[in-house]
């Protein structure tokens, strides 16, 4: 860990644009459960059946249920030690973005500032009619728009519809113009978010990628450890010196 440690803050501080992209491995060291492993949500449940537009539409009170009960998880947990010092590094100039698969809102919850969501969020709801946003805890009272009558649902990107346009453009902008593209957390599977490391690297970005499993891009990347993403970022924050910026 210490040699990848040193490569990975040898270029954060030749970097002129750090752009960091975090998975679902991000937010298990805050104890949430990742999606894709043995004890992972969808190890326990179909996507189709609870998290998708057709449970929406035709199965609407176990999907309420579902994500009631996600929704309520998220009052239980805090931003990790990655999560803290990723925002940190936002103020020190150290990483000018932040790309997420994730939809706890941790890392706003830290202080980070330039976060693009692009599963959107759970901090929130909106009516599937005419798009009123209302605070996520309203979900387990009110099902029903106020102010059309609409059903209201979680602000996140359901199994059957499209990323949000403007938060996956400015990605895909961020990973064609930086010089250091930094994975945490992601196994780099669904499409198309997993197309971003690689468009970083084409357009001459350094990859580093830090997972506890392999991915498909490993052997494209500068560096590449399998270890506790708050640990290894500690680790970095060790060796920057305190003044970049």
Same mark, same amino acid.
Request: proline residues 4%; charged residues 20%.
């Given at each position: +860990?210490?040699?990848?440690?040193?490569?990975? *803050? /040898?270029? +954060?501080?030749?970097?002129?644009?750090?752009?960091?992209?975090?998975?679902?491995? +991000?937010?298990?060291?805050?104890?949430? !459960?990742?999606?894709?492993?043995?004890?992972?949500?969808?190890?326990?449940?179909?996507?189709?059946?609870?998290?998708?537009?057709?449970?929406?539409? /035709?199965?609407?009170?176990?999907?309420?249920?579902?994500?009631?009960?996600?929704?309520?998880?998220?009052?239980?947990? /805090? !931003?990790?030690?990655?999560?803290?010092?990723?925002?940190?590094?936002?103020?020190?100039?150290?990483?000018?973005?932040?790309?997420?698969? #994730?939809?706890?809102? %941790?890392?706003?919850?830290?202080? $980070?500032?330039?976060?693009?969501?692009?599963?959107?969020?759970?901090?929130?709801?909106?009516?599937?009619?005419?798009?009123?946003?209302? !605070?996520?805890?309203?979900?387990?009272?009110?099902?029903?728009?106020?102010?059309?009558?609409?059903?209201?649902?979680?602000?996140?990107? @359901?199994?059957?519809?499209? %990323?949000?346009?403007?938060?996956?453009?400015?990605?895909?902008? &961020? *990973?064609?113009?930086?010089? @250091?593209?930094?994975?945490?957390?992601?196994?780099?599977?669904? $499409?198309?978010? #997993? +197309?971003?490391?690689?468009?970083?690297?084409?357009?001459?970005?350094?990859?580093?990628?830090?997972?506890?499993?392999?991915?498909?891009?490993?052997? /494209?990347?500068?560096?590449?450890?399998?270890?506790?993403?708050?640990?290894?970022?500690?680790?970095?924050?060790? &060796?920057?010196?305190?003044?970049? $910026?």
């Amino acid at each position: +860990m210490r040699e990848i440690a040193e490569k990975l *803050a /040898r270029a +954060m501080e030749a970097s002129k644009q750090t752009v960091v992209f975090t998975g679902a491995g +991000m937010s298990t060291e805050s104890g949430l !459960p990742d999606f894709r492993s043995s004890n992972g949500l969808w190890g326990k449940y179909r996507p189709e059946d609870l998290a998708s537009v057709d449970a929406l539409n /035709r199965n609407f009170e176990n999907f309420a249920a579902f994500y009631r009960q996600r929704i309520a998880t998220l009052g239980e947990v /805090r !931003p990790n030690k990655g999560h803290l010092i990723l925002a940190e590094w936002e103020k020190r100039g150290l990483v000018s973005a932040i790309i997420t698969q #994730n939809v706890d809102g %941790l890392h706003h919850a830290a202080g $980070s500032r330039v976060v693009h969501e692009l599963h959107g969020t759970l901090r929130e709801v909106r009516c599937q009619k005419c798009g009123r946003l209302r !605070p996520a805890s309203t979900f387990a009272d009110e099902t029903a728009c106020e102010q059309c009558g609409g059903r209201m649902r979680p602000a996140v990107v @359901l199994f059957g519809e499209m %990323l949000p346009e403007e938060a996956l453009s400015e990605s895909a902008r &961020l *990973a064609s113009s930086c010089s @250091l593209f930094l994975v945490l957390g992601s196994s780099l599977t669904v $499409s198309p978010a #997993n +197309m971003l490391p690689e468009q970083a690297k084409r357009h001459g970005a350094a990859l580093y990628i830090i997972n506890n499993t392999p991915t498909h891009l490993d052997d /494209r990347a500068d560096g590449v450890a399998k270890a506790s993403i708050g640990e290894m970022l500690a680790a970095v924050d060790n &060796l920057l010196p305190a003044n970049v $910026s």
